[in-house]
């Protein structure tokens, strides 16, 4: 798996979402990390180690503790590439203010042109 995917793939999970939140914060062991969680550790261990192979931590060791740190690097990709559609909707946010500042004008028209009708024979 591409390490942009990997990134939402781990963005998708919302314990892996809290857990990134929480590194941002400051970096903690994983007791801590565990702590608001109703999971059991081994099962923290697993989001960890996804999040790890991903990239977005890295797990120290610090005498019998291990330290949990995050390693932002993989979601400037994900940033860069959700930049270019946050441009796509601003170009098309500003394109519909402008259409509605011209209706509010009168001087666009929101109506359909009417057809011409063929003449029955």
């Known amino acids: 798996m591409d390490p942009l995917s990997q990134t939402f793939a781990c963005l998708a999970d ?3 979402r809290a857990i990134l939140a929480r590194l941002a914060e400051s970096s903690v062991s994983v007791g801590e990390l565990a702590e608001p969680f109703a999971m059991s550790l081994p099962a923290i261990s697993k989001h960890l180690s996804v999040l790890e192979r ?3 931590i890295e ?3 610090e005498a019998q503790w291990r330290r ?3 390693k932002a690097a993989p ?3 994900a940033h860069d590439w959700l ?3 946050a441009r796509f909707w ?3 946010l500003g394109r519909m203010e402008k259409y509605l500042e011209q209706l509010q004008a ?3 028209s929101d109506a359909k042109p009417k057809r011409k009708r063929k003449k029955a024979r």
């Open 14 to 16: 919302p314990t892996r």
């Open 75 to 77: 979601l400037k990709g």
């Open 59 to 61: 797990r120290e060791r």
């Open 106 to 108: 009168g001087g666009a």
């Open 83 to 85: 930049g270019d559609y």
């Open 54 to 56: 991903a990239g977005l």
């Open 90 to 92: 601003e170009e098309s």
């Open 68 to 70: 949990c740190v995050l």
